[in-house]
């Protein structure tokens, strides 16, 4: 058996069962080709492959991605809990190394944020998380919805008053941040 991921210019030895990677390939465009050929066969037929499987998939990044507004949407928030907790969900793949700042300081009339409250920096984890993948953040420890690495998080966990508060989402620096989610 063998294997291709660009379209035949290089094909790897491929064993039933074992994981193809597809990291790098573009979006959209990653198509995988696992061909076999006759075992035992007569004259005429030494050296020919068939295609015996074949699909398109969609690879996550290789590289961190910038996230823009919509990329991610918030699917909980509890102040009450200890620590105080929220979780959000990845609208679109991302690469491993994406960081999203969160926030829980006021956007001011004055065109900046607050900074009299938290700040924590979560980042994606080697291998980068598909579109659909809800994390949740619980002080400075991301969990992932059905287990695996969920990313690392870091600065200073958020402190959510009980009587409503707010998050947001960005990326770049506080003092020029570009909001992801609210």
Do not use: M
């Amino acid at each position: 058996f063998r294997y291709t991921t660009d379209g035949g210019t290089v094909y790897l030895p491929y064993t039933p069962g074992t994981n193809i990677s597809t990291t790098g390939l573009a979006a959209g465009s990653g198509f995988v080709f696992i061909e076999g050929r006759r075992a035992n066969c007569s004259a005429g037929c030494q050296g020919t492959y068939e295609v015996l499987a074949a699909w398109r998939v969609t690879p996550l990044p290789a590289a961190p991605t910038t996230l823009n507004a919509g990329d991610i949407a918030f699917s909980g928030y509890a102040s009450t809990a200890v620590p105080d907790e929220f979780s959000f969900v990845l609208l679109k793949n991302i690469g491993p190394g994406t960081v999203i700042n969160f926030t829980d300081n006021g956007w001011l009339s004055t065109n900046v944020l607050q900074s009299a409250e938290q700040t924590c920096t979560w980042t994606a984890p080697a291998g980068g998380l598909p579109g659909g993948t809800e994390i949740k953040i619980s002080g400075l420890t991301a969990t992932r919805s059905g287990g695996g690495a969920a990313g690392t998080v870091t600065g200073v966990a958020l402190s959510l008053i009980t009587g409503g508060d707010q998050i947001l989402a960005y990326r770049g620096t506080a003092a020029s941040p570009t909001f992801i989610s609210a």
